[in-house]
């Protein structure tokens, strides 16, 4: 059983144009999060979510909008995509509160060209 | 702000010892936690040290002193699986966000 899907895993798109990535995961957690991995691996956290509410937006863009429709799904839609929005998408979860283990899901890779 | 200094790459034969160590600066703490990615593969959890002193996990132990702001990752008995990117990460926000370490390429070798 997969605990953290994410789809697609790969997408590639032209500048300027709208995408979505899709998450949701089985294992009952409050908190879900979206990282992203630049081509240097730096790993950087985007949004946390606990019980569908938004709780960390680090300085994101408005261009990159999470949904939480309901607490196993957050989703993240990209409005006109930029060159630099190249990189890997993680999702992840865990369980409220310190010192949780985070369960990612297995990225997506978006190219924009 | 928010930073955290680990080496970017480390060698060590099968077999062998290697320590990976994170110092940190950060707002807020309430841990820090180790990560292991494989290329082309997701993070995976290895452990987390809330209080200072030596958690061990099998081959793995992480350790922790808060007053110094420092912390590392001890991996034993070397496997060529273990090769991968290890990533420390402060919890700097009751647990709703990780801010990570920039990651050491661990290549072990025969």
């Known amino acids: 059983d997969t605990a953290v899907s994410q789809t697609p895993k790969y997408l590639v798109t032209q500048m300027g144009n709208d995408k979505s990535i899709k998450c949701e995961q089985n294992?009952?957690?409050?908190?879900m999060y979206w990282y992203k991995q630049d081509s240097k691996k730096f790993l950087k956290i985007m949004f946390s979510?606990?019980?569908?509410?938004?709780?960390i937006n680090e300085t994101v863009p408005n261009r990159f909008s999470p949904k939480s429709p309901d607490k196993a799904h957050l989703n993240l839609h990209i409005n006109s995509l930029e060159l630099g929005d190249s990189a890997v998408y993680f999702c992840a979860s865990s369980p409220s509160g310190t010192g949780s283990e985070q369960f990612f899901g297995p990225g997506t890779r978006l190219t924009v060209l | 702000g928010q930073s955290l200094e680990q080496p970017s790459e480390v060698t060590a034969v099968e077999g062998a010892i290697v320590q990976i160590n994170c110092t940190y600066q950060?707002?807020?703490?309430?841990?820090l936690s180790w990560y292991q990615q494989h290329d082309g593969g997701a993070p995976t959890f290895l452990s987390y040290n809330a209080l200072d002193g030596l958690e061990e996990t099998g081959r793995f132990s992480s350790f922790l002193s808060r007053s110094d702001s420092y912390g590392y990752l001890l991996l034993q008995e070397l496997q060529m699986k273990d090769s991968a990117s290890y990533f420390c990460a402060v919890d700097s926000n009751s647990g709703y966000a990780l801010n990570f370490g920039k990651g050491t390429s661990l290549l072990v070798t025969p």
């Open positions: 950060t707002s807020g703490f309430y841990g």
């Open positions: 979510y606990n019980n569908k509410e938004l709780i």
């Open positions: 294992l009952g957690h409050d908190t």
